[in-house]
């Protein structure tokens, strides 16, 4: 019984982070998509890694749209989406086609939207040493 309660003792701040994050992809998920554009089929991807202590976070979810990627990414850009700190705006976005052939659109355009960024609990989250 004391092995379950060390591990899980070790186990609460990777959970807590992780179920902040998870609200941030909810938050990104109720936040309206751009006009014109549907999210995905596949689940946003949400991946974890550290250095030093300094945990760094990316979230990674696709929409279809009809629109450039440039416009894409500037209306994520101009949202107001809050971190897994609380703040607004405090990770950086990119944006990218996998298919990104100059000069060719589609009627749908698969647009992968990129945010990166780091949360300040991570002195007892193993993933962020």
Same mark, same amino acid.
Request: charged fraction near 25%; glycine fraction near 6%.
């Given at each position: 019984?004391?092995?379950?309660?060390?591990?899980?003792?070790?186990?609460?701040?990777?959970?807590?982070?992780?179920?902040?994050?998870? %609200?941030?992809?909810? %938050?990104?998920? /109720?936040?309206?998509?751009?006009?014109?554009?549907?999210?995905? *089929?596949? $689940?946003?991807?949400?991946?974890?890694?550290?250095?030093?202590?300094?945990?760094?976070?990316?979230?990674?979810?696709?929409?279809?749209?009809? %629109?450039?990627? /440039?416009?894409?990414?500037?209306? *994520? %850009?101009?949202?107001?989406?809050?971190?897994?700190?609380? $703040?607004? $705006?405090?990770?950086? @976005?990119?944006?990218?086609?996998?298919? $990104? /052939?100059?000069?060719?659109?589609?009627?749908?355009?698969?647009?992968? @939207?990129?945010?990166?960024?780091? *949360?300040?609990?991570?002195?007892?989250?193993?993933?962020?040493?």
């Amino acid at each position: 019984m004391p092995f379950v309660l060390v591990g899980a003792m070790v186990m609460a701040p990777v959970w807590l982070n992780d179920y902040l994050l998870a %609200r941030m992809v909810d %938050r990104i998920q /109720e936040y309206p998509p751009p006009p014109g554009a549907d999210f995905g *089929y596949i $689940d946003p991807q949400v991946k974890v890694t550290g250095d030093s202590g300094d945990c760094f976070y990316t979230i990674r979810f696709e929409v279809f749209t009809d %629109r450039p990627v /440039e416009e894409v990414l500037k209306y *994520y %850009r101009q949202a107001k989406i809050e971190d897994p700190d609380g $703040d607004l $705006d405090d990770f950086e @976005i990119t944006a990218w086609t996998p298919f $990104d /052939e100059p000069g060719e659109t589609s009627a749908a355009n698969q647009v992968i @939207i990129h945010l990166d960024g780091m *949360y300040d609990r991570t002195w007892t989250d193993m993933r962020c040493w």
